[in-house]
T-cell receptor, first 115, second 108 residues
Framework: NAGVTQTPKFRVLKTGQSMTLLCAQD?????MYWYRQDPGMGLRLIHY???????AKGEVPDGYNVSRLKKQNFLLGLESAAPSQTSVYFC??????????????FGSGTQLSVL | DAKTTQPNSMESNEEEPVHLPCNHS???????IHWYRQLPSQGPEYVIH???SNVNNRMASLAIAEDRKSSTLILHRATLRDAAVYYC?????????FGTGTSLTVIP
């Protein structure tokens, strides 16, 4: 089983460039999340989606946009990359009805460097 | 402010039990407590979660204080493969709030 797949795995950008990170899951999960991980800060939620066509802001949404046009895909966009966005980005997905806790399944991450 | 507080690092001898503590004093009644672990260059991996009662699974046990303001992840016999960063997380509604994690070193 593929689970949660992130592409690309590595990317180097120049300041001001744009790019899109793709997350795909094959588990028919309703919920999908984008996190960033910086040294010493754990994981912080950027944006999330509770279903196809819906998105919501997390803890650190500024400078990022997302789209969930298909249930299995969740895209994270950087319109004008900044050095502060150098980080490791993780996508996760989960299932579960309202009122129950949901286990997260993570991808293997994307290492992004902005010069 | 972080919703969970964990020690930065801990050490354990191989084949001995490990108790990883976590404080979450601002937890609300409907928040679930999750634990994940992360190996180098990998995404976090689910370990266990609970709401009020202690929980056991094949990987670990979760002991939750009666007032729910703290919890402890218990690895019954640490192996070298258990060396990782362990995150204590509060699940509030649709959001999961990660702490900074505890880096566990297992000594052979």
């Amino acid at each position: 089983n593929a689970g949660v797949t992130q592409t690309p795995k590595f990317r180097v950008l120049k300041t001001g460039q744009s790019m899109t990170l793709l997350c795909a899951q094959d588990m028919n999960h309703e919920y999908m999340y984008w996190y960033r991980q910086d040294p010493g800060m754990g994981l912080r939620l950027i944006h999330y989606s509770v279903g196809e066509g819906t998105t919501a802001k997390g803890e650190v949404p500024d400078g990022y946009n997302v789209s969930r046009l298909k249930k299995q895909n969740f895209l994270l966009g950087l319109e004008s990359a900044a050095p502060s966005q150098t980080s490791v980005y993780f996508c996760a997905s989960s299932y579960g009805p309202e009122g129950r806790s949901k286990k997260l399944f993570f991808g293997s991450g994307t290492q992004l460097s902005v010069l | 402010d972080a919703k969970t507080t964990q020690p930065n690092s801990m050490e354990s001898n191989e084949e001995e039990p490990v108790h990883l503590p976590c404080n979450h004093s601002t937890i609300s009644g409907t928040d679930y407590i999750h634990w994940y672990r992360q190996l180098p260059s990998q995404g976090p991996e689910y370990v266990i979660h609970g709401l009020t009662s202690n929980v056991n699974n094949r990987m670990a046990s979760l002991a939750i204080a009666e007032d729910r303001k703290s919890s402890t992840l218990i690895l019954h016999r640490a192996t070298l493969r258990d060396a990782a960063v362990y995150y204590c997380i509060l699940n509030t509604g649709n959001q999961f709030y990660f702490g900074t994690g505890t880096s566990l070193t297992v000594i052979p």
